[in-house]
T-cell receptor, first 116, second 111 residues
Framework: DAGVIQSPRHEVTEMGQEVTLRCKPISGHDYLFWYRQTMMRGLELLIY????????DSGMPEDRFSAKMPNASFSTLKIQPSEPRDSAVYFC??????????????FGPGTRLTVT | LAKTTQPISMDSYEGQEVNITCSHN???????ITWYQQFPSQGPRFIIQ???TKVTNEVASLFIPADRKSSTLSLPRVSLSDTAVYYC????????????FGPGTRLSVLP
């Protein structure tokens, strides 16, 4: 398996623009997670899905952020409108509950977002 | 959600054994102790998980005393490539809570 795939790897955009980050989880995994990492706040869980259904979105910072998972092999995280404080590395991860009770998450390479 | 505390940074030399201790005083009965490793510009990678006593895999060992208020990740004979940030988490055996990664321990392995 190619692992978790994220695109784009780097995104530079101007404040106010819409940004869409994409993730393809590992085939067969039924959990998908979106994280954000910054120097100041560390690694934060934004939202996670189980079988394509959002389970907990309490980590989503505000209404400008939205996430969807239309099928088992694809998820998006959208920021509209983007702001400079959204600059961070966004990671997608997936897991299967059968592996270590779901604690073994596989992370993608991340998308480095810069909002100017 | 059990709060974990671990040293911010540690230095070691190649070939030495490194022990990173994590405190989790309010760990719940059903919490598992889980460790992740993160290299620069990469996502975290699962290392090991345990509930009590000792767990060993091809990468590390995890020691958990009977009271489970702390745990120690042991890395045998570290190399330069083990330089990374190591995160300790206490997690329920289900998805009823967030995965909260603290600041972790930044391990620097020196030649």
């Amino acid at each position: 398996d190619a692992g978790v795939i994220q695109s784009p790897r780097h995104e530079v955009t101007e404040m106010g623009q819409e940004v869409t980050l994409r993730c393809k989880p590992i085939s067969g995994h039924d959990y998908l997670f979106w994280y954000r990492q910054t120097m100041m706040r560390g690694l934060e869980l934004l939202i996670y899905f189980n079988n394509n259904v959002p389970i907990d979105d309490s980590g989503m910072p505000e209404d400008r952020f939205s996430a969807k998972m239309p099928n088992a092999s694809f998820s998006t995280l959208k920021i509209q409108p983007s702001e400079p404080r959204d600059s961070a590395v966004y990671f997608c991860a997936s897991s299967s509950y059968g592996q270590s009770a779901g604690h073994e998450q596989y992370f993608g390479p991340g998308t480095r977002l810069t909002v100017t | 959600l059990a709060k974990t505390t671990q040293p911010i940074s540690m230095d070691s030399y190649e070939g030495q054994e490194v022990n990173i201790t994590c405190s989790h005083n309010n760990i719940a009965t059903n919490d598992y102790i889980t460790w992740y490793q993160q290299f620069p510009s990469q996502g975290p990678r699962f290392i090991i998980q345990g509930y009590k006593t000792k767990v060993t895999n091809e990468v590390a060992s995890l020691f958990i005393p009977a009271d489970r208020k702390s745990s120690t990740l042991s890395l045998p004979r570290v190399s330069l490539s083990d330089t990374a940030v190591y995160y300790c988490l206490a997690l329920l055996d289900n998805y009823g809570q967030n995965f909260v990664f603290g600041p972790g321990t930044r391990l620097s392995v020196l030649p």
